[in-house]
Nanobody, 127 residues
Framework: QVRLVESGGGSVQAGGSLRLSCAVF???????MGWFRQAPWKEREGVAL????????DYADSVKGRFTISQENDRARLYLHMNTLQPEDTAMYSCAAAFVGPGSCTVSTGTTRMRYWGQGTKVTVYS
């Protein structure tokens, strides 16, 4: 069984930065892990994913160049470094994982393939 616990959300002025953290409890190896977000009245979307086996990453176009996903060497923690935040980044951010291969570890397919989800951490960006 895998359990994910997010932290690091908060309120920040536009242009600011935040780092989200996801603590991983349980065995997770050669898996797809990532960050997803859901804004009010919008569907959940993939933000950034990483395959722990290959290290390959995938980002939503809206965050490329601003967000970076990373993991600790022992895969016990997953991070999302968010820079140059904008009001449209306001959302509930969730960490998720699934035992799928790197070919399925993309922002376009990840949402339906994730097996384990955290409770989420809220990010609010004000102008």
């Amino acid at each position: 069984q895998v359990r994910l616990v997010e932290s690091g959300g908060g309120s920040v002025q536009a242009g600011g930065s935040l780092r989200l953290s996801c603590a991983v409890f349980g065995y997770i190896d050669n898996a797809c892990m990532g960050w997803f977000r859901q804004a009010p009245w919008k569907e959940r979307e993939g933000v950034a994913l990483i395959h722990t086996g290959t290290g390959s990453t995938d980002y939503a176009d809206s965050v490329k160049g601003r967000f970076t996903i990373s993991q600790e060497n022992d895969r016990a923690r997953l991070y999302l470094h968010m820079n140059t935040l904008q009001p449209e980044d306001t959302a509930m951010y969730s960490c998720a994982a699934a035992f799928v291969g790197p070919g399925s570890c993309t922002v376009s397919t990840g949402t339906t393939r994730m097996r384990y989800w955290g409770q989420g951490t809220k990010v609010t960006v004000y102008s």
